[in-house]
């Protein structure tokens, strides 16, 4: 079963607005975390945000927010003021467990975003 | 900034031949992870290690791959015999074990199978 979902396969957005990507997850965890990633078409995987399950504030770092709602299992992530080198494949990923396991992470099939001028 | 460094960046190769991937891990990161992603897709976990030892490589086709991490620090990944599926994108990330969440990624060997 997918464990991460991510319903929407690209979009696009003008810069300087805001952009939100849906992410849902399934786990019966009660110890969990959920990672975003960005990655260029250069390849490398950049890490964005990071929620834990336990958190009760929304995760934030810069222009990147996460929009937790730990019951309808959703992360979703908002890119505030959107810029050209947003431009990137966004990766939404989990892990299962506690904090000190092995860490493995699980991710969904991603959404691509175009800024556009 | 410390780096997750891998070797090549870009690798063709005939299908039967082999082939092998290394990387070197951010210092002092324990935990040290290949996952493959085809294109198109998420990543997956291929191996994982804890030091030198493997904790998890339930998703690595041991007929052909294998893995290793001598002295716990850098690590190869090898195919033998690369076939025409094995073609995608082999990133490695490393984690700082039980001190921070965050995994972070090499820039990824892309493996071209023909």
């Known amino acids: ?117 | 900034e410390a780096e997750v460094a891998q070797s090549p960046r870009y690798k063709i190769t005939e299908k039967s031949q082999a082939v092998a991937f290394w990387c070197d891990p951010i210092s002092g990161h324990a935990t040290l992870y290949w996952y493959r992603q085809i294109l198109g897709q998420g990543p997956e976990l291929l191996v994982q290690f804890q030091d030198e030892s493997v904790v998890d490589d339930s998703q690595l086709p041991k007929d052909r791959f294998s893995a290793e991490r001598l002295k716990g620090v850098d690590s190869t990944l090898k195919i033998q015999p690369a076939e025409l599926g094995d073609s995608a994108m082999y990133l490695c990330a490393s984690r700082r074990t039980g001190v921070t969440e965050t995994q972070y990624f090499g820039p990824g060997t892309r493996l071209l199978v023909l």
Do not use: H
């Open chain 1, 1 to 117: 079963a997918q464990k991460i979902t991510q319903t929407q396969p690209g979009m696009f957005v003008q810069e300087k607005e805001a952009v939100t990507l849906d992410c849902t997850y399934d786990t019966s965890d009660q110890s969990y975390g959920l990672f975003w990633y960005k990655q260029p078409s250069s390849g490398e995987m950049i890490f964005l945000i990071y929620q834990g399950s336990y958190d009760e504030q929304n995760a934030t770092e810069g222009r990147y927010s996460l929009n937790f709602q730990k019951a309808r299992k959703s992360a979703n992530l908002v890119i505030s003021a959107s810029q050209l080198g947003d431009s990137a494949m966004y990766f939404c990923a989990m892990r299962e467990g506690a904090t000190d396991s092995w860490g493995k992470l699980q991710f969904g099939a991603g959404t691509q975003v175009v800024v556009t001028p």
